[in-house]
């Protein structure tokens, strides 16, 4: 039995006081720390170097030095507290605490995990802390600072893998975390340099920050399996790297959680084990060379007993501050069930590749930013839902509805002389289509395939602000997103019995009548449709009923009786678009026009 399940001998409290004591003093030098080095054999529980002392299976370190630690420890930790910095070098060590952190700075000047070249290493603990100021297998009072280029792997059983009071970097190595609640977690700022991590939260976010997160480089596999991938409730920068997120709710997050749900229910489930997703620029997600995530089994918690609902986290407020989600480099790829990428203030992406497999639902969006989305360079490629979704600031966009978007789905955008500028395979259903980066241009036609054939051509769009692309207006406490769009505000959306129906193109609006794409509607309606070329005529037979209809005549036929229409069909961007209320009445459905919305709802009597 362990450690911090009873207190420590008054005599080694004693003994280590009078330790420190004694100990000469470095603030003169702040380099002088690191001539104080040892040896710590934790399976022999061995330790040289000045302020080490074991009481039973617990190394205390009362003094600041560079400790080369080695071996295993079961039930028991090594626990710093000094006001020097202490660098552990973690060299081939395996620590197991059920009943508290496995290596614990209490306290530090500052504090060094250095991953030894190849090395394996193993921090893990229990479902119950006895020790409640940590709360993590590695835990830090104050700054820590991570780098190496061994194995490092974490097993965080209570709540988080790794966590600090204060800022923590990662400078290089090879990081496996897996945490029952956030995988890591910062009082601070998180920054990344480098290194490769494989993190799995449970419950929680896959990497925390309180103030700000800052990624440089290096490659990042985040999977939040009930929550947001990488939250910062400051800004968040990412310059580079090479960075893979599924998440249940957000993807990257600022500010606020926005979420009622929690992650506790209600989503569709995620990507499948062992898929990826493409980047759509001519590869895969690239091979880390990280080791395998560590097969934990069902994780305990001792949270809550069998068949109570699990306690609701608690709801995080908004502190008003800078909130901004910059991109300006790096490869990134996110799958989310939330928003993509939701910024409780601004968006701006200066650079990086940007794929986005987005919602299933209607009630989030791929891009999501509060005050705007200002993209001023690099490439986006979105496969999503629509009804939340943002388009970029004055910036043109390729926008492209799909019929029945399904999971494994080939898109590829083409320009007018065939060349590829794209693909994307979908992980998951969708909606539509949205690309961006610098080289569209406003003139010119795109030529949307679908698994390999033509689906549709357009020519981009740009949005002449914030505003959501379908769905009532967003009223979640940060206001109601503005739903306009330059040259999209037109736009009209048909719903049948509360559904939105998708077109190839969009419906238009002629001498007070909506036209759509023939075959989307009548099929939703019901009717065997067929075209004939020689005539150009559009026939939809259901039950008794016969509608014929002739591209650019307005006299239509209901079983051979002659109608007038309003508008005559048309063929638009290679559509044949039908009036949707002449049709859909002649079928029995009930046809109403929303104003507020620009929509079409039918509805079945």
């Given at each position: 039995?362990?450690?911090?399940?009873?207190?420590?001998?008054?005599?080694?409290?004693?003994?280590?006081?009078?330790?420190?004591?004694?100990?000469?003093?470095?603030?003169?030098?702040?380099?002088?720390?690191?001539?104080?080095?040892?040896?710590?054999?934790?399976?022999?529980?061995?330790?040289?170097?000045?302020?080490?002392?074991?009481?039973?299976?617990?190394?205390?370190?009362?003094?600041?030095?560079?400790?080369?630690?080695?071996?295993?420890?079961?039930e028991g930790l090594v626990c710093v507290e000094t006001n020097d910095k202490v660098k552990l070098r973690l060299n081939g060590a395996s620590i197991t605490n059920p009943n508290g952190p496995a290596i614990y700075f209490k306290k530090t000047e500052k504090s060094f995990i250095t991953i030894m070249e190849g090395t394996e290493n193993y921090l893990a603990d229990g479902a119950d802390y006895v020790e409640d100021t940590a709360d993590a297998p590695l835990f830090s009072a104050d700054d820590l600072e991570i780098k190496g280029s061994g194995t490092l792997t974490i097993c965080g059983n209570f709540k988080h893998g790794i966590a600090g009071s204060d800022d923590i970097t990662i400078e290089n190595g090879n990081l496996v975390i897996s945490a029952y609640e956030h995988g890591i977690k910062a009082g601070g700022t998180i920054t990344i340099g480098g290194g490769n991590l494989a993190v799995t939260a449970k419950t929680g976010k896959g990497m925390k920050a309180e103030q700000a997160f800052v990624i440089e480089g290096g490659t990042a596999q985040?999977?939040?399996?009930?929550?947001?991938?990488?939250?910062?409730?400051?800004?968040?920068?990412?310059?580079?790297?090479?960075?893979?997120?599924?998440?249940?709710?957000?993807?990257?997050?600022?500010?606020?959680?926005?979420?009622?749900?929690?992650?506790?229910?209600?989503?569709?489930?995620?990507?499948?084990?062992?898929?990826?997703?493409?980047?759509?620029?001519?590869?895969?997600?690239?091979?880390?060379?990280?080791?395998?995530?560590?097969?934990?089994?069902?994780?305990?918690?001792?949270?809550?007993?069998?068949?109570?609902?699990?306690?609701?986290?608690?709801m995080e407020t908004q502190d008003g501050g800078d909130h901004t989600i910059t991109i300006a480099g790096g490869n990134i790829y996110i799958n989310a069930e939330g928003d993509g990428i939701d910024s409780n203030g601004a968006l701006v992406i200066s650079g990086g590749n940007i794929v986005i497999d987005g919602p299933q639902n209607n009630g989030n969006g791929a891009l999501d930013a509060q005050t705007g989305i200002d993209v001023q360079g690099g490439r986006i490629s979105i496969l999503s839902f629509v009804g939340m979704m943002q388009l970029p600031n004055e910036k043109p966009v390729i926008y492209a509805e799909v019929s029945k978007g399904k999971a494994g789905d080939e898109i590829e955008l083409k320009n007018s002389r065939g060349e590829t500028i794209v693909s994307h395979k979908a992980v998951k259903s969708y909606q539509a289509f949205v690309y961006t980066d610098d080289t569209l241009d406003m003139s010119s036609s795109y030529t949307v395939f679908k698994n390999g054939e033509a689906y549709t051509t357009t020519t981009p769009t740009e949005n002449a602000g914030k505003g959501m692309l379908g769905g009532m207006p967003r009223m979640d406490g940060r206001g109601m997103k503005d739903r306009a769009f330059k040259n999209r505000e037109r736009e009209i959306s048909v719903f049948l019995d509360g559904k939105k129906i998708l077109?190839?193109?969009?419906?238009?609006?002629?001498?007070?009548?909506?036209?759509?794409?023939?075959?989307?509607?009548?099929?939703?309606?019901?009717?065997?449709?067929?075209?004939?070329?020689?005539?150009?005529?559009?026939?939809?037979?259901?039950?008794?009923?016969?509608?014929?209809?002739?591209?650019?005549?307005?006299?239509?036929?209901?079983?051979?009786?002659?109608h007038l229409l309003l508008a005559a069909p048309e063929i638009i961007n290679g559509s044949t678009m039908i009036p949707v209320r002449f049709v859909s009445e002649q079928l029995g459905l009930s046809v109403a026009w929303n104003e507020a919305f620009r929509q079409v709802e039918i509805t079945t009597k």
């Open positions: 039995m362990l450690v911090m399940k009873k207190m420590v001998p008054i005599a080694i409290v004693t003994i280590a006081l009078m330790v420190s004591l004694l100990l000469p003093s470095y603030a003169a030098n702040d380099d002088a720390w690191k001539d104080n080095t040892g040896e710590i054999d934790l399976t022999k529980k061995t330790a040289t170097g000045t302020g080490c002392a074991w009481d039973e299976n617990v190394l205390y370190i009362t003094a600041g030095g560079d400790f080369t630690v080695s071996g295993t420890l079961t985040v999977l939040s399996e009930q929550s947001e991938g990488i939250e910062s409730k400051g800004p968040l920068t990412i310059r580079g790297g090479d960075i893979s997120v599924t998440a249940k709710d957000d993807g990257l997050n600022t500010g606020a959680e926005n979420n009622m749900d929690r992650g506790f229910g209600g989503h569709m489930p995620m990507m499948q084990d062992g898929e990826k997703g493409d980047f759509g620029f001519g590869d895969n997600m690239p091979e880390s060379g990280m080791p395998p995530m560590p097969t934990r089994g069902e994780m305990p918690h001792g949270r809550w007993t069998e068949g109570e609902m699990p306690p609701m986290p608690p077109f190839p193109t969009p419906p238009i609006i002629k001498n007070d009548t909506t036209l759509v794409g023939f075959r989307a509607i009548l099929e939703q309606l019901g009717a065997d449709v067929s075209w004939n070329e020689q005539t150009r005529e559009v026939t939809a037979n259901k039950e008794d009923l016969c509608i014929v209809l002739t591209i650019d005549s307005r006299i239509a036929y209901v079983n051979g009786k002659e």
